[in-house]
Structures are given as C-alpha cells and as structure tokens.
C-alpha cells in the first residue's frame, strides 16, 4: 500500500512540474512584443504605457500620437496618428492587421521571426536577405506602400499578382469597388466582407497616384496646414498652366505671376496667422478679396 502511495505522490509531482514547465511556453507563444513609446494610444480601452506587453488579440488605438513596439530580435513598428490595428501571433510569427492610418515596418535581416502586415487581402512582409524599412500608410483613397531600405513583398490575395517593392520604390492599392458592391448585395446591403481584421479588397494602381497620396498624407500628417497646401498647389498649377501660354500673351502671363505671388503670399499668411493687413512682403497690386 505504501509503495503505491509513493507512486501516485511521484505522477502527480510529475505531472506539476510538466504543467508548471509547459506555462512559460504557452504563455510565450502569445507575446507579440513588448511597447518602447505610447502617446495618446490604448489598448482595450485601457491608456497605453511603456512597458506593457501586447498580446495576440489586443487591439491597438493611437488618436493624436504614436506607438513604438519591438517584436522578435530588433524587429519594430512604430503605428502613427488615427491608427487602427490588431495583432495575432501564429506558431513563429507576427501579424499585425492595419484598419487605417499609417505603419512603419523595420525588420533586421537576423531576426528569423516573420513580420507581417495585413491590409484587406494585401499580405506585406519584408523579404528574407534584406534589413528592411518600409512604410504603410491605409487612406480613404487607397493603400500605399513606400520601401526606404531592403526589400517588401506584396502579395494582394485573389488576383494571382504578386509584387517587390525595392528600396526607393512606391506602390499603391485602391479598393475594387466592383467586389465591394458585390459584396454588399450578397449582404442585403450590410458592410462588405472584411478579411479577418483587415478591410477591403484592394487592386493595384499606378506609381504616379501613390506618390499624391503620400503627398496628401504627408500634409495631413503636418497638422492643420492641409487646407493651405490644397490652396498652394492649386495655385501653382494654375500658375503653370498659364505660363505655357505666355509666349502669345505676355501681359496675360504677367499678370497671372502677380497672381500667384499674392496666392502664394495669402497662402503663407494663413500658415503664419498673419492678419491681411499685417503681412508687410504682400506683392503690390494685390486684391484684399
């Protein structure tokens, strides 16, 4: 009796320490990263600090600031203002679903742990070789994607495309309105089918439109200087325009210099909060309208 007493102590003192040895492990598995930086962010509604651990699940809220997190051996991402993400952890590697607003991916080419970025059906991750930085920014005009160093791969699943975003390259998706209405319909009108917590179904566009938007966000990036800018590059291509005819109309084009100049000067004055009759370097002939 005695002698089975001591066995069944000894499987059970087995038994704990393989539970207590299996914690660590589980646990592990569902660490994402570790926050370095947090501004005006949250996470389950609770105010973001340094420190704190993400977890798969968690869901990432930054209003008007930033959010710096390290994940596997030097890897990071730092999520920029009005930015909505998640985060899920699979075996080895690290997804972080973008709903909107802007991302910086930076992946050491010696950390073996995939990063990964998912817009919609768009699956971006940095390629293996490569110290990679890029930059993801999700607007209500499309997704654009910018590689500063190493090498992104882009991979919009259902088209049967795949592209290499090289160092100094710029790509841009727009959503494919055709699959968002079919979507709707198939829903009775209900919001279109997301792909786990990503957002639309997004198509490639061209080079030259990626470049506007990252103009438009870089603007509206600045604060509340957007509005001014519309007005200054509305004026300079107007400006433009009617430089090419100035050959056949010189006192046209004249005019429409001094115009653009006092475009240009109204323009600074908004920038400054300078009142009209304060700004001393006004161009004469200037209207007040």
């Given at each position: 009796m005695a002698l089975q007493h001591r066995r069944?102590?000894?499987?059970?003192?087995?038994?704990?320490?393989?539970?207590?040895?299996?914690?660590?492990?589980?646990?592990?598995?569902?660490?994402?990263?570790?926050?370095?930086?947090?501004?005006?962010?949250?996470?389950?509604?609770?105010?973001?600090?340094?420190?704190?651990?993400?977890?798969?699940?968690?869901?990432?809220?930054?209003?008007?600031?930033?959010?710096?997190?390290?994940?596997?051996?030097?890897s990071r991402m730092v999520f920029g203002r009005d930015t909505v993400a998640s985060f899920e952890r699979e075996s080895s590697e690290v997804t972080a679903f973008l709903d909107r607003g802007t991302v910086s991916v930076y992946h050491p080419m010696d950390d073996l742990v995939p990063l990964r970025l998912e817009v919609g059906n768009l699956l971006i991750e940095p390629a293996e070789g490569f110290g990679t930085l890029g930059e993801v920014a999700v607007t209500d005009e499309g997704v654009v994607i910018k590689t500063t160093q190493g090498l992104l791969q882009v991979e919009p699943e259902g088209t049967g495309q795949a592209f290499q975003v090289p160092k100094g390259e710029t790509v841009k998706f727009v959503p494919n309105l055709n699959k968002v209405a079919a979507a709707s319909q198939q829903q009775g009108g209900a919001q279109p089918h997301r792909r786990r917590k990503g957002g639309f179904f997004w198509l490639p566009a061209g080079a030259a439109a990626a470049g506007g938007i990252l103009a438009a966000l870089a603007v509206s990036n600045a604060g509340g200087a957007n509005d001014a800018a519309n007005k200054a590059r509305a004026a300079a291509g107007a400006a433009a325009a009617d430089a090419n005819g100035a050959a056949n109309a010189a006192n046209t084009a004249a005019q429409n210099a001094i115009n653009f100049n006092c475009a240009v000067q109204k323009v600074a004055d908004s920038i400054l909060g300078n009142p009209p009759e304060a700004s001393e370097s006004e161009p004469p002939d200037c209207d007040d309208d």
């Open positions: 069944v102590r000894t499987l059970l003192v087995l038994f704990i320490l393989g539970v207590l040895a299996s914690i660590p492990a589980f646990g592990g598995s569902s660490v994402v990263g570790a926050v370095v930086a947090a501004k005006n962010a949250s996470v389950r509604g609770v105010a973001l600090m340094p420190g704190r651990t993400l977890f798969s699940g968690d869901d990432l809220r930054v209003e008007y600031g930033m959010t710096l997190v390290t994940m596997g051996k030097g």
